[in-house]
């Protein structure tokens, strides 16, 4: 069975197998998620370490991994310290999933759907669904064991569960209502001092900050002109 890296197992867990893509409704949550695995396996390298809620750089030579490197390349060109919810929009642009994306075809974890095979619509990008031999469904009953039965989790799925509560992605893996609450609240406890779930939700919320201060200086510059 192939390991499949942080980045990797999120992306798969984020794209709905019947419609071959990541729901519209996730992609900003996803962009945000993949770039906080991507934190996860520098850290896990021992290139960076997260100091509180910030991002300090530890070793800026190249890991030969050239989605790591590109994100390790950006962060070490800081010279200072900056939070986590200041790097994962730097770090979680669209280049960055369709590498992992790219990945996961060469691994052959993921296969592209034909134009002709049904589906939701076009999608520039291009469909693609998850082979059902891969570890995904291994990860997946980790998951249900963790969340469900009580098994102790292991440091690499903490992490998975701690991205995958704040990208909102349950409803994937647990479609009962009654798994579904018992598996949110358990991935709540774990993840409730998970440092990259709290930068997404920050930079979430900074987000959100920007396009209401944008809407409102456009509402006062109507405003302005029209006395």
């Known amino acids: 069975m192939k390991e ?3 980045s990797e197992e999120l992306l798969l867990f984020a794209i709905d197998e019947k419609k071959g893509v990541v729901p519209l409704i996730k992609a900003s949550l996803i962009k945000l998620g993949l770039a906080g695995a991507v934190l996860y396996e520098l850290e896990d390298r021992g290139k960076l370490e997260l100091d509180g809620d910030r991002v300090k750089v530890l070793d800026e030579d190249p890991t030969g ?3 790591l490197d590109k994100s390790l390349k950006k962060i070490s060109a800081s010279k200072k310290k900056k939070k986590v919810a200041h790097w994962l929009p730097k770090i979680g642009k669209k280049s960055l999933k369709v590498s992992i994306t790219q990945e996961l075809l060469t691994k052959g974890m993921l296969r592209k759907i034909d134009d002709d095979e049904p589906g939701w619509s ?9 082979w059902f031999d891969t570890p995904l469904k291994h990860t997946e ?3 249900r064991e963790i969340l469900l039965h009580h098994r102790q989790p292991g440091e690499k799925n903490l992490k998975l569960i701690g991205l995958l509560h704040a990208c909102r992605l349950y409803s994937l893996v647990f479609e009962q209502r009654e798994e579904y609450r018992e598996a949110k609240e358990k991935a709540r406890r774990l993840s409730e001092d998970d440092r990259i779930r709290k930068g997404i939700r920050s930079a979430v919320n900074n987000k959100r900050g920007q396009v209401a201060s944008s809407l409102l200086s456009g509402v006062f510059a109507i405003i302005k002109e029209a006395c």
């Open 122 to 130: 076009f999608r520039r990008g291009g469909r693609y669904r998850p």
């Open 141 to 143: 009953q980790k998951l």
């Open 4 to 6: 499949l890296r942080l």
């Open 65 to 67: 991994d050239s989605i």
